[in-house]
């Protein structure tokens, strides 16, 4: 639904976006992330047919973002930063405008107008001004006016950025209802807790390149390493660690509890199990340690600016 082909972007001498490569399937949410300024934006506008690459192709929805770009404008709903909303307007008037720009009959604009005020718990402000607005009634506004003409492809920038929990929590059920209908979502933000809950592809862009992809399970193992496990017994370990040194990776103990790193945790662990009860232990507790996507991001930006210092460091 959404392919990309070492995208390029230039500006004068500056290279925003650099040889970007991206194929999302149907039903697919990828979260692109990133710092500010590291080409997450442009990529975005690239996608929706508002700027030009300089080289390479994309196609969104199986349209060429620059022969085709009306084709693509009319196939995507977009969320940007900055909403442009024009608050003089009350909602009704406002999404009846993009409504008819779209070319939806006048029917049709209203009820799916007021279908999404209403998931979005926004029927009580429909005869309000939108300069009326808070900025997490905004933001859900815009995210109306992006899903009005029920695109196949939306690129979300930010989705759930200055929003209350419990909003954030309907723009996050919106996006997984809307994907049992194959629709494919590119979400751009800082929300790194938010972006694990949703997306089934991740990029990390910096300075305008894709330095890793892939799912966060990918990305974990290749820059983590395998899962680690806790187990946690009744009572004191008495040796254990040594008694299992030639099924697992211990990494560290305390009196009642071990950690080990295992490649195969569903072919180990039932043997270790096994073990550990032939031992005469009584298990309380086995469960994998938390990886979030915060940690494999920090690390994988870390590593990239160590080799960008090293490279540096030889010319």
């Keep these: 639904?959404?392919?990309?082909?070492?995208?390029?972007?230039?500006?004068?001498?500056?290279?925003?976006?650099?040889?970007?490569?991206?194929?999302?399937?149907?039903?697919?949410?990828?979260?692109?992330?990133?710092?500010?300024?590291?080409?997450?934006?442009?990529?975005?506008?690239?996608?929706?047919?508002?700027?030009?690459?300089?080289?390479?192709?994309?196609?969104?929805?199986?349209?060429?973002?620059?022969?085709?770009?009306?084709?693509?404008?009319?196939?995507?709903?977009?969320?940007?930063?900055?909403?442009?909303?024009y608050e003089r307007s009350k909602a009704v008037e406002y999404l009846d405008f993009f409504g008819r720009a779209y070319g939806l009959p006048k029917q049709a604009r209203r009820t799916r107008a007021l279908a999404l005020m209403e998931r979005f718990g926004l029927t009580f402000a429909l005869d309000k001004r939108l300069g009326e607005y808070s900025k997490g009634m905004k933001q859900k506004l815009a995210l109306v006016r992006a899903m009005l003409h029920n695109p196949p492809v939306l690129l979300l920038d930010e989705p759930t950025s200055a929003m209350d929990p419990q909003s954030a929590r309907q723009v996050r059920d919106a996006i997984i209802e809307l994907l049992g209908d194959e629709r494919t979502f590119l979400i751009t933000t800082h929300n790194?807790?938010?972006?694990?809950?949703?997306?089934?592809?991740?990029?990390?862009?910096?300075?305008?390149?894709?330095?890793?992809?892939?799912?966060?399970?990918?990305?974990?193992?290749?820059?983590?390493?395998?899962?680690?496990?806790?187990?946690?017994?009744?009572?004191?370990?008495n040796g254990l660690a040594k008694d299992i040194a030639d099924?697992?990776?211990?990494?560290?103990?305390?009196?009642?509890?071990?950690?080990?790193?295992?490649?195969?945790?569903?072919?180990?662990?039932?043997?270790?199990?096994?073990?550990?009860?032939?031992?005469?232990?009584?298990?309380?507790?086995?469960?994998?340690?938390?990886?979030?996507?915060?940690?494999?991001?920090?690390?994988?930006?870390?590593e990239d600016e160590s080799k960008e210092v090293a490279h540096d460091s030889h010319r």
């Design 192 to 237: 790194l807790t938010e972006a694990q809950e949703l997306a089934h592809q991740i990029a990390i862009i910096r300075r305008g390149r894709i330095i890793a992809s892939g799912t966060f399970d990918e990305l974990a193992r290749r820059i983590v390493g395998d899962p680690v496990m806790e187990l946690r017994v009744n009572g004191v370990l």
């Design 247 to 302: 099924m697992v990776q211990v990494e560290g103990q305390g009196e009642s509890w071990l950690r080990y790193r295992v490649r195969e945790p569903q072919v180990t662990n039932p043997a270790l199990i096994r073990r550990v009860a032939d031992l005469g232990i009584d298990i309380v507790t086995l469960a994998p340690v938390s990886q979030t996507l915060e940690d494999v991001y920090l690390q994988i930006m870390q």
């Design 1 to 85: 639904m959404i392919e990309a082909h070492e995208l390029t972007k230039v500006y004068d001498q500056f290279l925003a976006v650099d040889r970007v490569s991206l194929s999302v399937q149907p039903g697919t949410v990828l979260a692109l992330l990133g710092p500010n300024g590291a080409g997450k934006t442009t990529s975005v506008r690239m996608l929706t047919s508002i700027l030009a690459p300089t080289s390479g192709w994309a196609r969104v929805a199986g349209y060429d973002v620059v022969q085709d770009a009306e084709k693509v404008r009319a196939s995507v709903g977009v969320l940007t930063e900055q909403h442009g909303l």
